[in-house]
């Protein structure tokens, strides 16, 4: 099989677009994707500086590394959860990359370790406040990569959010009929109040499996293992019927999340906008500030609990 | 296993209803679950007179003995397309439980045969006509049923689809985010316009499995095999994908369609309705007088390619 674009020896196939790669174009074709993804979602531009979610995975650090190569301003920050061994080698596989490729340029790995500041690791969390460690893992997440952009002052905070991600997101989303979560599903959710970060997917594009094939053929060494806490998570099981359909018939998962996209633009020009609704609902969490439907935002919440011995 | 109802020895397991029942409240389960279905999309009453479209198959021949032991006035059509043996070996099972439970109730039992009044079999007509057998078949099934019901004045016309067939066909529509015909898939459409009859789905409550059951406690004798034509269809892709979701977490079919359906009665509130937007764009179809949105309706344009030499 030869390269759809330049005739040499194709290094991987991409039955959805009909077409073959060598490294060098496969490169060129994940640079345009991810290129056209920020530019037709206005996610932020050349001066904009961008705070990237890394984890250690594939995703994250090809997110980082696609930036950077596409000449953007980009930071990171790697929120050890205290997940024993698994995330001692998921900070060392950030840590090897920041060393190598991003230091180097002058970018910055920003670290926030949950055992040292939240008092206890994810899996103690989660037990205190006996809730599941993957919603408990959730909210420190969200909560803690908000805070950092908004005090470091980033523009913007990008996820390595995939095509296989957010189509699985919206197919347990669909088969359920939350319209609420429907609602705010998008690649670029803006700024809407004060204290809530732009948040932005510039992947959504690309499967996992081209993400894979990114960093295996530019050699950035990554933790393959799914996490421990999320074995059996529905997510997995959503993906694997996407694969299915996949399989069966290339393209499913780009048309079912895309037309969605889609059918979401044209909803958008109708009066209210979810900046408008957001902005309506949201006030400042009486205890941290940051913003919130509640009186006290959850992430409070939930460390008030875990320090409440009543509760335990 | 013991029955959830009377203690006895259970027949049948239900996961999604965390039940399990013996003969006799297996039937009650589905009988009730069939009056449900009747009273809540208010499908008829007592001395309204139904059509079943009857195909020889485990669904349309349970659909036909439920309403007749519910009481209700119903004769069935069987439209025989002409597939070889499977056509044939199909008759028989439908003339089977004709002349055993419904002829001697006093229901009638009408036949159309595509190769008699159309001149050829289904396979011919979609070779005649460059489209696939599945999409012809449905042209000719959709418009014989419906005339049937109009000609002799039947207020409501009955099919047998069931959970699994509407949440698969639920699921391509979401897939490919078909707005139109997810606006138009309820199991109950109104007569919107003169020449449309009523058109209900008494079975929507039940799932495939269960209507197999139900047929064999029941000694209905039913064709097993899926049609011929049908083979790789589309449809029993997003069966198997469901069925793996079921599996996993009982429910999931249930839940997905009824949600979808308690979507769709909030958004009927709003001004526009289904039939004042079906009656803004019907009129009668200038060849056969059947109601079509273009000139000429689809059967008819469908008959005239199948009759004229120079479109072979």
Same mark, same amino acid.
Request: contains cysteine.
């Given at each position: 099989?030869?390269?759809?674009?330049?005739?040499?020896?194709?290094?991987?196939?991409? !039955?959805?677009?009909?077409?073959?790669?060598?490294?060098?174009?496969?490169?060129?074709?994940?640079?345009?994707?991810?290129?056209?993804?920020?530019?037709?979602?206005?996610?932020?531009?050349?001066?904009?500086?961008?705070?990237?979610?890394?984890?250690?995975?594939?995703?994250?650090?090809?997110?980082?590394?696609?930036?950077?190569?596409?000449?953007?301003?980009?930071?990171?920050?790697?929120?050890?959860?205290?997940?024993?061994?698994?995330?001692?080698?998921?900070?060392?596989?950030?840590?090897?990359?920041?060393?190598?490729?991003?230091?180097?340029?002058?970018?910055?790995?920003?670290?926030?370790?949950v055992?040292?500041e939240e008092g206890a690791g994810i899996?103690e969390l989660a037990q205190l406040v006996h809730r !599941?460690?993957?919603s408990t893992c959730g909210t420190i997440?969200r909560y803690q990569?908000?805070r950092?952009?908004?005090?470091?002052?980033?523009?913007?905070?990008?996820?390595?959010?995939?095509?296989?991600?957010?189509?699985?997101?919206?197919?347990?989303?669909?088969?359920?009929?939350?319209?609420?979560?429907?609602?705010?599903?998008? !690649?670029?959710? !803006?700024?809407?109040?004060?204290?809530?970060?732009?948040?932005?997917?510039?992947?959504?594009?690309?499967?996992?499996?081209?993400?894979?094939?990114?960093?295996?053929?530019?050699?950035?060494?990554?933790?393959?293992?799914?996490?421990?806490?999320?074995?059996?998570?529905?997510?997995?099981?959503?993906?694997?019927?996407?694969?299915?359909?996949?399989?069966?018939?290339?393209?499913?998962?780009?048309?079912?999340?895309?037309?969605?996209?889609?059918?979401?633009?044209?909803?958008?020009?109708?009066?209210?906008?979810?900046?408008?609704?957001?902005?309506?609902?949201?006030r400042s969490c009486t205890t941290c500030g940051q913003p919130t439907t509640a009186e006290v935002c959850s992430y409070c919440k939930l460390m008030v609990r875990a320090k409440t011995p009543a509760s335990r």
């Amino acid at each position: 099989m030869n390269c759809t674009k330049c005739k040499t020896k194709a290094a991987i196939k991409l !039955p959805r677009h009909h077409a073959a790669f060598c490294k060098n174009c496969f490169n060129g074709f994940v640079h345009d994707q991810v290129a056209k993804a920020i530019k037709s979602q206005k996610m932020f531009g050349k001066d904009d500086r961008i705070l990237v979610a890394v984890s250690g995975g594939k995703d994250s650090l090809a997110l980082w590394d696609i930036l950077l190569k596409l000449g953007y301003k980009a930071d990171a920050l790697y929120v050890n959860l205290g997940i024993g061994n698994y995330s001692e080698r998921s900070y060392e596989k950030v840590r090897d990359f920041a060393d190598r490729v991003s230091v180097p340029l002058g970018f910055t790995l920003h670290t926030h370790t949950v055992e040292q500041e939240e008092g206890a690791g994810i899996r103690e969390l989660a037990q205190l406040v006996h809730r !599941p460690t993957c919603s408990t893992c959730g909210t420190i997440k969200r909560y803690q990569f908000n805070r950092a952009a908004i005090e470091h002052e980033y523009d913007v905070m990008a996820t390595g959010h995939n095509l296989d991600d957010e189509a699985a997101r919206l197919l347990g989303n669909v088969l359920h009929w939350q319209e609420e979560y429907l609602d705010k599903q998008g !690649p670029s959710l !803006p700024a809407s109040v004060e204290g809530f970060a732009k948040k932005v997917k510039p992947l959504y594009r690309l499967t996992e499996r081209e993400l894979a094939a990114y960093c295996v053929l530019n050699k950035i060494d990554y933790i393959v293992e799914e996490c421990p806490m999320a074995q059996g998570a529905r997510s997995l099981l959503y993906k694997e019927v996407l694969n299915r359909l996949e399989t069966e018939s290339p393209g499913t998962k780009q048309t079912f999340y895309w037309g969605f996209l889609d059918k979401q633009r044209k909803k958008e020009s109708a009066p209210t906008t979810m900046a408008q609704k957001d902005q309506a609902m949201l006030r400042s969490c009486t205890t941290c500030g940051q913003p919130t439907t509640a009186e006290v935002c959850s992430y409070c919440k939930l460390m008030v609990r875990a320090k409440t011995p009543a509760s335990r």
